[in-house]
């Protein structure tokens, strides 16, 4: 019969570290990093715990640190602090940042080549054409974009240059071309530019991705021909004034048509551009028990109002903004984007 095995003599006077030991005031201690151990499936066990140690103990100072900040400010200030940590909150300051009442930029687009589409002096009239030979997938997109925007013609590309079809559409009144690109049958990028005879330019280029036709959206409705409210949300500089008053200008705004309760919406978050086609439902409630939950909330408790998606959804990232229409030869540049200037940090934002 074989003997006790006998303990390591190098191990004699010293604490096992297979356990997290409570310190003088009963808090934990850190354990020691498990590498040593030899024992391959020994140390994958204890590794683990040790990891969870670690976390547990990150978590306990955490929650003392907030203990102490909760004493020593008010109860505002807690408020405020335990607000998250964004990178919309986090923006780092744009030196272009438009405020609500600044008279100058008032000024400035109470003249500019958009304020004709603003003040109803003029209707939008727009063209909408593809690269040459597309396929079948971008035909659906350009119809779900004729119900998004009213009064939206579609031309064959053919072998037309852009800037032949540029002259094209000043030559038949129209004010907008939009020329959609494609890789592997996906709407890859669109092209803005402004046509108008009076004051032509600018055009822009957009990224377009995570192209969402109708008929792929969950009971999606179907939009009627009224003319929809427009919605322009997160444009915050000067340049993204502008790309907002570029995009609105392909809206007859002084014209919508709220009886028909459609919007369109985009929305600037991070520079990019997310763009969704909605209508407001207004249902009757039969309820009555629902009725009266509803009597100190809503000043209708009767009536229930929910949004249903019409289409499409898609995303834009501004790339260039050109003055006058399009010309890659000898067009003069507004802004452009430089990514390995501009993406240096990820709290910097342009529009």
């Known amino acids: 019969m074989a003997g006790k095995k006998k303990p390591d003599p190098s191990l004699k006077g010293k604490k096992p570290m297979n356990k997290a030991r409570k310190g003088k005031a009963g808090t934990m201690t850190r354990m020691r990093n498990p590498s040593h151990i030899g024992?391959?499936?020994?140390?994958?066990?204890?590794?683990?715990?040790?990891?969870?140690?670690?976390?547990?103990?990150?978590?306990?100072?955490?929650?003392?640190?907030?203990?102490?900040?909760?004493?020593?400010?008010g109860d505002d200030d807690e408020k405020a602090k335990q607000t998250?940590?964004?990178l919309d909150n986090a923006r780092e300051a744009e030196a272009t940042l438009v405020a609500a009442d600044d008279v100058e930029v008032q000024r400035d687009e109470d003249e500019d080549e958009f304020a004709p589409y603003f003040d109803g002096e003029r209707q939008p009239k727009v063209l909408i054409t593809t690269r040459p030979r597309p396929s079948q997938n971008l035909f659906y997109f350009i119809a779900d974009l004729q119900q998004l925007i009213p009064g939206l013609s579609f031309y064959p590309r053919k072998s037309f240059s852009v800037k032949e079809i540029c002259q094209f559409a000043q030559n038949r009144d129209f004010t907008h071309v939009i020329i959609l690109s494609e890789k592997s049958k996906q709407c890859n990028g669109m092209t803005i530019s402004h046509v108008s005879k009076d004051m032509a330019g600018p055009t822009a280029f957009f990224k377009v991705s995570n192209v969402v036709t109708a008929q792929k959206i969950p009971k999606h409705g179907r939009a009627t021909h009224h003319i929809p409210e427009l919605n322009l949300h997160g444009f915050a500089t000067r340049m993204g004034h502008r790309i907002g008053r570029l995009l609105g200008s392909l809206f007859p705004a002084r014209d919508a048509e709220f009886q028909g309760r459609q919007v369109v919406t985009f929305h600037n978050q991070r520079d990019f551009l997310f763009v969704r086609h909605h209508r407001y439902i207004f249902d009757e409630?039969?309820?009555?028990?629902?009725?009266k939950r509803q009597e100190k909330d809503s000043p209708m408790p009767h009536i229930n109002t929910r949004l249903q998606e019409l289409g499409p959804r898609f995303t834009l990232k501004l790339r260039w903004l050109q003055e006058g229409t399009f010309d890659t030869q000898f067009g003069e540049y507004e802004w452009i984007h430089k990514r390995k200037e501009m993406d240096i940090t990820r709290r910097k934002f342009h529009l």
């Open 285 to 291: 409630i039969e309820d009555e028990a629902k009725i």
């Open 39 to 73: 024992n391959k499936l020994k140390r994958s066990e204890m590794y683990g715990k040790y990891l969870e140690q670690k976390r547990k103990l990150k978590d306990e100072a955490r929650r003392e640190r907030r203990e102490k900040e909760a004493t020593a400010l």
């Open 84 to 86: 998250p940590r964004t």
